[in-house]
C-alpha cells in the first residue's frame, strides 16, 4: 500500500465476494486524460512516498497541458519485466555478476532479485537450418540445442537462483505473442504487505515490440536490457510526462485488404507525422470495430514509426479476447469490475484531450508493401513491380544479369525472391492473416501452382496454437506441399536467423553481385540484418509472402502477371486464389477455440524432453566456466568503489566512426552471422570453435569478448572516415599514417594509448531493436560520447545507462555542415558540473586540426545540447552507468 495517500484514493473493490486494495482514479479529475496517462496516474497514486513520487507529481500529471513540451520527469514502477533470450542472457549476465559484486562491496548477494515478476521466452535462437521439408521443425530444434545448451543450462540456473524469475523454454513461441495470449494480466492482482492489491498491467521488455501488448490495453513499450535489469530491482523507470498523440480510426477495411496493410499504412502516417517520445493511443467510435489480433498487430509496429506506445482501451473486445485466449472467469470479472470502476473502460461518448490528432479511414487502406529496406517505406501492391525497378540501380549496375547456378536448371537475376518467410509476432499472432495464407495456399495447390525452386520458404508461427488452428482448418498440407513448412516458434527470418541459403544459390549471388530479395511477414528489414546473401528485404502480409513465392520475383505486377496456368493451361491470377474475408472468418470461427489455448499453456514453462534434461548449476552465485565461448562475467563492476569517482571534461578524443542517418542497432550491435574473418570470428577460432558453431551474436550476447568484437561489424555499415568500405573497418590514428583497421583493433590501440573515443552520427541515431549490447558495445570499445542530430529514445537512455553522453548538433547542423570530416581531436568541456549537481543544457565541442587533416583546416567550435534528459538519468551518468547506481543503492 501507497505510504502516503495524499488524495484518500486508497479504497477496497469487492468482486465476486473477492476484496481489493485499489487506489481510485476518481479522487482526482482525470476525466479526460488519455487511456495511457489514467494508468500513469494510478501508478503514482499507488506508490506515492512523499520522496521520490509526490503530491506535485500527482497533480502535474492531473494538470497535464497536452500541448506543452515535456518537462516533467516522473518515476513509472512497471508491474513486471519481459524479456526474449538474445537481451535476457546478458540480463541474467549482469545480476548474476551482481550478486559477485554486492558481495565483494560488503552486501549481500541475495539481495539481487527481481522485486517485480520477471518471464524470460526462449525464442531468438532458432535457426532456420533446414527448410521446405516435414522434419525441418525436429532438425531446427536438435540443432538449437546443440548450440545453446550452454546458454540454456545457464538460464535454467537463473530460474531457481532468482525469485519470481520464470523462464519459457524453446520451441514455445514468440515472446509477444506468449505475453498477449498467456503471461498478459491486464489487471494485476498481487498480495502487497499482506493485502491483495489490484492495478493495471504494465510492463517493460527487453525487446522493442513489448508494445504488442499494448493492443490488450497494457501500457507497456522496449526498454534496453540495462534499464530493464534496473527495472526487476526495483527501480522505476524515469520518465518525463509525455505528448499523447490521438489516432482515430474510422470506417471498415476494405475487401482484399490485410491487417498487414493497415499497418503499413499507420507506421507510414506516424513516421511522417513525427510521434518519436511520444504516447500514440487510438480512440473513437471505430475502436470498437478493430479485432484484437489487428490492434495487437498495429501495437507491435509501435518502433517502426517511433512512437513509445501505440495503445488501445480495453472493453468487450478485450474481454473476448481474454476469454478466447483461456483466461478464467475469475480474471476476465477482475478486468472488467476494476477498469469500469476506474474509468478505464472504453467509453466513446468521452473524447480525450490529445497534444496532437490524426485520423485513419481505414476503408482508404490499400494492399501495400515496405522496403526494400526501412519498414515506414510503403508501396501501394500495384505500384510494387516499378517501385522495385525504380530502385534497383542504387543495388545493382544492371537491371538484369541473369546467371546460371551450379547443378540447377533455373537461372537467378537481381530481383529474385531468394527467402519468402512467414515468420515474426507481427502477423504470426494474427489469425485473420495466418488463415488468409492458409486458403491462399489451398487455392493455389488446387491450380496446380508451385512455389519457384530458387525461393528459401519457411513458416515459424508465434504459437503452437497457429499449428493447431492450422491442422484443424486441414490447410497444413496445402502450406507444406508449397515449402512452406513448420521450421520452428520463434522470431526467425525477423531477427536474421533465416539459416543459410544452398551453396550454389549464395555461390551465384556473390560470385556475380546480384540483388536479390526477401519478403517477410515481420517488422524489420534493414540492411545487412535478414541474410547476408540477400540486399534488399521487404515486408508483406503472409499471403503476400506465398504470392512472392509464387511469383519467384520482386519484378512482377500482380495485376497483370500470371503466377502460373492451371491444369487446363488457363493462366492463374493472384485475384483467382485469394481468399475472400468472408471465407477467412468463417475459417476462424470453425477452427480456434478457446481450449486449444487452455491445452497448449497449461505446461508453458515445462518444456520437453530436451529442456528439461539439460543439467542445471545450483546455488546463489554462479560458477563461471573460463573456457566457456557463451557466458562469461561481464566487467562492468570490476575496481568498483563504494562511491563513484567525479566525472571529467573528455580531452584529446579521436573520432571512432563518422556515421549517416538512420544508423539502426542492427549496425551498431549486429544480431546476424559472425564472419570468419572478423574480430569476432577469429576470437572464436582461436578458442577452438569450428566455422559451423559460431552461431550467431545474438546467440553470444552473454560473453562480451564477442560483443565488444561484433560492435560496428554489420557488413553494410558504411563508415565515412573511409571512402567506399563497408563493415568494422576504421582508420587509426594511434598510427602516422592513420591506416584502414577493423573498428576493435583500433579501439584496443586507442584504450592502450590513453585516448578517449567518440562517434560522430547523423539523424535517428540508434534506431530499431532496443539492444543493449549497442550500447555496452560502444561504452566497452572506449566510447565516451556520441554525437548525432538525433538519437532514437531506447539508444540515447542504453548509452547513459552505460556512462556515455548522448550529445546533439545544433539544431540545423550536422557534421558536414560544421565542416567536420573525423580527422580532427575533440575536446568537450561542460561535464564536470554534473559533479556539482546541474546538468548543463549545452557542452561546449572543440574539434581541432590533427596531423591526419587537411593543411589549413580550421578549428571548429559549437554548443552541443546534452541529451540527459533528466535527474535520474544524470545521477546514472555520474555513477558510470544504471547498474552501478542501483548496486551502490542496495549496498547503501
Not at 580 to 609: C, H, L, P, W
Amino acid at each position: 500500500m501507497s505510504k502516503v495517500n495524499s488524495f484518500g484514493s486508497s479504497d477496497l473493490l469487492n468482486v465476486n465476494g473477492k476484496s481489493y486494495r485499489i487506489f481510485r482514479l476518481n479522487s482526482v479529475d482525470a476525466k479526460t486524460l488519455p487511456y495511457s496517462l489514467k494508468i500513469l496516474l494510478e501508478n503514482l497514486l499507488r506508490t506515492e512516498d512523499g520522496a521520490n513520487i509526490t503530491a506535485d507529481h500527482i497533480n502535474a500529471l492531473v494538470n497535464w497541458d497536452a500541448a506543452a513540451e515535456p518537462d516533467v520527469e516522473i518515476q513509472f514502477t512497471p508491474a513486471r519485466v519481459i524479456m526474449q533470450d538474445f537481451t535476457g542472457v546478458p540480463c541474467v549476465v549482469d545480476l548474476a555478476t551482481m550478486r559477485e559484486a554486492v558481495a565483494e562491496l560488503g552486501g549481500d548477494p541475495n539481495k539481487i532479485n527481481p522485486l517485480a515478476p520477471a518471464e524470460l521466452v526462449i525464442d531468438h535462437s532458432v535457426q532456420i537450418d533446414v527448410a521446405g521439408s516435414p522434419d525441418a521443425f525436429e532438425k531446427n530444434v536438435d540443432l538449437e540445442y546443440q548450440r545453446n545448451s550452454e546458454r540454456y543450462q545457464f538460464l535454467r540456473w537463473g530460474q531457481t537462483a532468482f525469485d519470481d524469475f520464470k523462464v519459457v523454454p524453446p520451441g514455445t513461441g514468440i515472446v509477444h505473442q506468449v505475453n498477449i495470449e498467456y503471461l498478459a494480466r491486464t489487471v494485476m492482482a498481487r498480495e502487497v504487505n499482506g493485502e491483495l492489491q489490484a492495478y493495471p498491467d504494465s510492463c517493460v521488455g527487453t525487446d522493442s515490440h513489448t508494445t504488442m501488448v499494448n493492443g490488450l490495453g497494457v501500457l507497456g513499450w522496449g526498454v534496453g536490457g540495462i534499464e530493464a535489469e534496473a527495472a526487476m530491482l526495483g527501480q522505476p523507470v524515469s520518465m518525463l510526462i509525455p505528448k499523447v498523440v490521438g489516432f482515430k480510426l474510422t470506417g471498415q477495411i476494405a475487401t482484399g485488404v490485410t491487417a498487414t496493410d493497415v499497418v503499413l499504412t499507420i507506421t507510414e502516417m506516424l513516421r511522417k507525422h513525427g510521434v518519436v517520445g511520444k504516447f500514440v493511443e487510438f480512440y473513437g467510435a471505430g475502436v470498437t470495430s478493430v479485432p484484437l489480433a489487428n490492434r495487437a498487430t498495429i501495437g507491435n509496429m509501435s518502433p517502426e514509426f517511433g512512437s513509445t506506445v501505440a495503445i488501445f482501451p480495453i472493453d468487450e473486445v478485450t474481454i473476448d479476447y481474454l476469454r478466447t485466449t483461456g483466461r478464467s472467469q475469475e480474471q476476465l470479472d477482475l478486468v472488467e469490475a476494476y477498469t469500469k470502476a476506474q474509468g478505464l473502460w472504453h467509453d466513446p461518448s468521452i473524447e480525450p484531450r490529445y497534444s496532437e490528432y490524426l485520423e485513419l479511414d481505414l476503408s482508404t487502406v490499400v494492399p501495400s508493401i515496405a522496403g526494400p529496406k526501412r519498414p515506414q517505406d510503403r508501396i501501394v501492391l500495384s505500384e510494387s513491380k516499378s517501385a522495385f525497378q525504380k530502385v534497383l540501380p542504387t543495388y545493382s549496375a544492371s537491371a538484369s544479369k541473369p546467371t546460371a547456378v551450379r547443378g540447377q536448371e533455373f537461372a537467378l537475376d537481381n530481383g529474385h525472391v531468394a527467402i519468402a518467410s512467414i515468420t515474426s509476432c507481427t502477423n504470426t499472432s494474427n489469425p485473420s492473416v495466418m488463415l488468409a495464407a492458409g486458403l491462399l495456399a489451398r487455392k493455389a495447390v488446387a491450380k496446380g501452382l508451385k512455389a519457384k525452386p530458387w525461393v528459401k520458404t519457411s513458416l515459424a508461427p508465434g504459437s503452437k496454437v497457429v499449428t493447431d488452428y492450422y491442422e484443424k482448418a486441414g490447410l497444413t498440407a496445402d502450406l507444406d506441399a508449397l515449402g512452406f513448412n513448420l521450421v520452428g516458434y520463434g522470431c526467425a527470418t525477423c531477427i536474421g536467423n533465416s539459416g543459410p541459403l544452398s551453396d550454389e544459390i549464395s555461390e551465384a549471388i556473390n560470385n556475380n553481385d546480384l540483388a536479390v530479395t526477401a519478403v517477410l511477414s515481420g517488422n524489420r528489414n534493414f540492411e545487412g540484418r535478414i541474410s547476408p546473401d540477400v540486399k534488399m528485404n521487404y515486408l508483406a502480409s503472409p499471403p503476400l509472402v506465398i504470392a512472392y513465392a509464387l511469383a519467384g520475383t520482386m519484378d512482377f505486377d500482380f495485376e497483370t502477371e500470371a503466377l502460373g496456368a492451371d491444369s487446363s493451361g488457363n493462366p492463374v491470377f493472384l485475384k483467382d486464389i485469394w481468399p475472400s474475408a468472408e471465407e477467412v472468418q468463417q475459417t476462424i470461427d470453425q477452427s480456434i477455440s478457446s481450449d486449444m489455448f487452455k491445452t497448449r499453456y497449461a505446461g508453458v514453462f515445462d518444456g520437453d524432453n530436451r529442456w528439461q534434461q539439460l543439467p542445471t548449476p545450483k546455488g546463489a552465485v554462479f560458477e563461471w566456466d573460463e573456457k566457456s565461448t557463451y557466458v562469461r562475467k561481464a566487467p562492468y563492476f570490476d575496481g568498483m568503489q563504494k562511491t563513484p569517482e567525479p566525472v571529467r571534461d573528455i580531452t584529446g578524443a579521436r573520432v571512432l566512426a563518422k556515421l549517416g542517418d538512420s544508423v539502426t542497432t542492427d549496425h551498431i550491435s549486429p544480431a546476424g552471422s559472425i564472419k570468419a574473418d572478423s574480430p569476432a570470428g577469429q576470437y572464436l577460432t582461436g578458442n577452438g570453435i569450428s566455422r559451423a558453431d559460431f552461431n550467431s551474436y545474438g546467440s553470444r550476447r552473454g560473453n562480451h569478448e564477442v560483443m565488444i568484437r561484433g560492435t560496428f561489424a554489420n557488413i553494410r555499415l558504411k563508415n565515412q572516415l573511409l571512402d567506399g568500405v563497408e563493415g568494422g573497418y576504421t582508420r587509426d590514428f594511434t598510427q602516422a599514417d592513420g591506416p584502414q583497421s577493423f573498428i576493435y583493433d583500433a579501439s584496443r590501440n586507442y584504450i592502450a594509448a590513453g585516448t578517449d573515443l567518440v562517434i560522430l552520427g547523423g539523424k535517428e541515431y540508434g534506431s530499431g531493436s532496443s539492444r543493449d549490447w549497442a550500447a555496452k558495445g560502444t561504452r566497452l570499445l572506449g566510447v565516451k560520447a556520441v554525437i548525432a542530430e538525433s538519437f532514437e529514445r531506447i539508444h540515447r537512455s542504453n548509452l547513459i545507462g552505460m556512462g556515455v553522453l548522448p550529445l546533439q548538433f545544433p539544431v540545423g547542423e550536422n557534421a558536414e555542415s560544421l565542416g567536420l570530416d573525423g580527422t580532427e581531436i575533440f575536446e568537450i568541456e561542460g561535464v564536470t558540473e554534473l559533479n556539482e549537481g546541474r546538468t548543463p543544457k549545452t557542452l561546449k565541442v572543440t574539434a581541432k586540426p590533427s596531423a591526419h587533416s587537411k593543411e589549413g583546416k580550421p578549428v571548429i567550435v559549437f554548443d552541443a545540447p546534452l541529451r540527459i534528459d533528466t535527474p535520474g538519468e544524470a545521477d546514472y551518468y555520474r555513477n558510470g552507468g544504471i547498474l552501478q547506481y542501483v548496486l551502490r543503492s542496495l549496498v547503501a
